[in-house]
């Protein structure tokens, strides 16, 4: 699986922006997905995932009520939507894929096998 991040930018605080994930073959609808971000000199951290159907979804607790992960399986793509932006959301954000997860394994950068290049998003104050 070939992922492809796209989306980033520049917003004011309050903001939003929407990221896409674009996947390549045809086997997207056998990964579950993860939205990661990482700061310069610090390690990558889980911010949402979503299940192979769509039907489950789970965030890290600072993007929670803000952001809202979704996926069209019919379009290979992923989206994360980000509303109410702050600055600390400031960081490269990254969409994964992984085969098989679960509760106690979603959030670990590990268990995923595959990552996209990366989407820079910068919230200024």
């Known amino acids: 699986v070939q992922l492809q991040a796209s989306g980033g930018g520049l917003v004011q605080a309050g903001g939003s922006l929407r990221l896409s994930c674009a996947a390549s073959?045809?086997?997207?609808?056998?990964?579950?997905m993860g939205w990661f971000r990482q700061a310069p000199g610090k390690e990558r951290e889980f911010v949402a995932h979503i299940s192979r159907s769509g039907d489950s979804t789970y965030y890290a607790d600072s993007v929670k009520g803000r952001f809202t992960v979704s996926r069209d399986n019919a379009k290979n793509t992923v989206y994360l939507q980000m509303n109410n932006l702050k600055p600390e959301d400031t960081d490269v954000y990254y969409c994964?894929?992984?085969?098989?997860?679960?509760?106690?394994?979603?959030?670990?950068?590990?268990?995923?096998?595959?990552w996209g290049q990366g989407t820079l998003v910068t919230v200024s104050s």
């Open positions: 073959g045809r086997t997207f609808s056998l990964y579950a």
């Open positions: 994964a894929a992984a085969r098989f997860t679960s509760a106690q394994t979603m959030t670990v950068t590990s268990k995923y096998a595959y």
